[in-house]
């Protein structure tokens, strides 16, 4: 399903509140995938995965920046995240099924951090957002 | 999220799907982060809340509740008594299971029957809506669901899937 004039609006509305703490949840988005799901750690066995790591940190940071430039890039995720997409496809060999781990890790991370601004509405948007996100990453793969 | 195909939330649990007489053990850090918040729970707004949920964010899980009425938009099906009502039946249910999470299979034998051999429903919703408890969860108690507390509710409704889904197999 395309995302919709409302669904950008929420979006757009809601980058705008994270301001410069995108990195902030994407860090303890990784953190909950990590704890919930502990398959996903063989991804990271070279970092310090230990609480407050800078390792941590620092992808999520990465994350933070690509799912900001998602959010300017609406209409264009797939060539948008074509060079993530190939190295996660290729080079890291991540399964996509992971992807969907920490995209649902980083609702329930908005959804303590915002709950007043965590309506059915903006679930749904956010939701089918990631869902595109994590298309156009996994268009590489075959 | 959960519709790409071969894409399936929650990897580790799939494997007890192999092996039914495992049963999930629990450890009594998991037990405990499940029962404080389960006794803080308004099991009816939560349940209506979850349903409500799952219906708005996965539109295509309404083709079960057909005869509920007004779905036709978020405060419509958020709204919906029939709703609220199922929405605590089911959330009621869940109760059991943290009252015998020690014997799931067991405990969610008849329903698993249900669900499957009569109403048809793709496991895969299963895991939609336990995650959607999970994200309800997140917005209710804030600072007190901590990594640690999501990742025992995630094993528990991960539990709880895999139990309901267990007469497919």
Redesign the interface.
Known sequence: MALSAEDRALLRALWKKLGSNVGVYTT?AL??TF??????KTYFSHLDLSPGSAQVRAHGQKVADALSLAVERLDDLPRALSALSHLHARQLRV???????L???L???L???Y?GD????L??SL?KF??HV??AL?SEYQ | ????P???????PQAQALRPDIMVHFTAEEKAAITSLWGKMNVEEAGGEAL??LL??YPWTQRFFDNFGNLSS?SA??GNPKVKAHGKKVLTSFGDAIKNMDNLKTTFAKLSELHCDKLHVDPENFRLLG?VL???L??????E?T??V??AW??LVSAVAIALGHKYH
């Open positions: 303890e953190e909950r704890l919930a799901f502990p398959a996903t399964d996509p099924a992971s992807f969907q781990l995209g649902h890790c609702l329930v991370t959804a303590r951090h709950p965590f309506s059915p509405a679930q749904a939701d990631l869902s994590i298309s996994a | 999220m959960g519709q790409i071969g894409c399936k939330p929650g990897l580790e409500g949920r708005v964010v978020p099906i958020l995650n999970v994200i309800i997140a917005t209710h108690f804030g600072k669901f990594p640690e999501q990742a995630q094993k």
